[in-house]
């Protein structure tokens, strides 16, 4: 995806959070309460390191070396902040994000390394030969190399002594461009991965359980019975019977859709249970309860079908 060039980091995160929001793959997320506060967290993270990395640029290096080294060591560190968050938000979305040495983003490696070396583990780097740790190399800031823009750094490997220029101001710069171009990217891939769902779904509405289903014939039918018509008493039970098959269905349909066993209005279940109850002899109400009782479960069943109308218009493809 393309991003626009004057569009920031926080410009971007704040579209993809948008995107996120107002997006059906929200529901495959939230059922998994680990994946969707893994989400948060590095959505937070990558707005927080990106507060740190701007402060960085717009204030002046201490004076102090204290100050100096202490700049310094936060502002690597929260570059890698930052990328490690980036990885684990397209984590939770199934999106690669590769920052091996190899991969497609190998100038976030050299970051990566830039930052092990000098203040991440400058004391000792190791590496693994026949599974066994030894011994890679040992590096030192030289103190009196520090400025705002980067600092030269002594390292000392198996066979070789030598001297590098780390350049933050430049690494600031290639960090953020390569940032927006994956915070870019995962928002085209929420974009095309809610499309695939819509186009699974489209046709599949919840509407349509309704069709079938008329109950307002049969809340009639309910009605006048408990006002007291005897003779639409097998109407009325068939009506229940039919409005408790719609509401099954819909909660199973529900339960396919969103991974969730959440009941969508548990008004219309506990209504639902006392007619099923009174059905059965379990309980005795008079009739004037049970017609009371009705015209609610009326009321909740019409909320029911505003919901189901809810819900196909959320998966509706956008033309």
């Given at each position: 995806m393309v991003f626009e060039n004057d569009s920031s980091v926080n410009d971007l995160m704040k579209k993809f959070r948008s995107?996120?929001?107002?997006?059906?793959?929200r529901y495959s997320i939230l059922v998994d309460s680990n994946r969707w506060y893994q989400l948060c967290s590095a959505m937070d993270c990558i707005e927080d390191t990106q507060l740190s990395i701007e402060y960085y640029k717009n204030s002046n290096l201490p004076e102090n070396n204290g100050g100096k080294?202490?700049?310094?060591?936060?502002?690597?560190?929260?570059?890698?902040?930052?990328?490690?968050?980036?990885?684990?938000?397209?984590?939770?979305?199934?999106?690669?994000?590769?920052?091996?040495?190899?991969?497609?983003?190998?100038?976030?490696?050299?970051?990566?390394?830039?930052?092990?070396?000098?203040?991440?583990?400058?004391?000792?780097?190791?590496k693994y030969k026949n599974k066994k740790k030894e011994w890679k190399s040992t590096h030192s800031i030289i103190r009196t190399s520090m400025i705002k823009d980067?600092?030269?750094?002594?390292?000392?490997?198996?066979?070789?002594?030598?001297?590098?220029?780390?350049?933050l101001n430049e690494d600031i710069q290639v960090q953020n461009k390569i940032v927006k171009e994956i915070l870019s990217d995962l928002i085209s891939h929420i974009k095309n991965k809610e499309r695939k769902i819509k186009m699974k779904y489209s046709s599949n509405k919840f509407i349509n359980l309704f069709d079938n289903c008329l109950f307002n014939n049969y809340f009639a039918y309910m009605l006048e019975f408990f006002y007291g018509d005897n003779r639409q008493e097998s109407m009325g039970k068939m009506g229940f019977k039919m409005l408790k098959?719609?509401?099954?269905?819909?909660?199973?349909?529900?339960?396919?859709?969103?991974?969730?066993?959440?009941?969508?209005?548990?008004?219309?279940y506990q209504l639902l249970e006392i007619f099923n109850q009174w059905l059965d002899n379990k309980i005795q109400l008079n009739r004037w309860v049970m017609y009371f009782l009705t015209k609610q479960l009326k009321i909740e069943f019409y909320k029911l079908k505003k919901t189901a109308k809810d819900i196909d218009t959320e998966f509706a493809i956008d033309k």
């Open positions: 995107a996120i929001n107002s997006s059906v793959i080294y202490l700049f310094i060591y936060g502002l690597m560190q929260a570059l890698i902040i930052q990328q490690d968050a980036l990885r684990n938000l397209g984590e939770v979305l199934n999106f690669e994000i590769n920052f091996s040495k190899n991969g497609n983003y190998s100038e976030l490696y050299k970051i990566r390394e830039k930052r092990h070396n000098s203040i991440g583990h400058p004391t000792k780097r190791s980067g600092f030269e750094i002594r390292s000392k490997f198996p066979n070789e002594l030598k001297y590098d220029y780390y350049n098959e719609v509401c099954d269905k819909f909660q199973k349909k529900h339960k396919e859709r969103y991974c969730s066993d959440e009941f969508i209005n548990f008004d219309i």
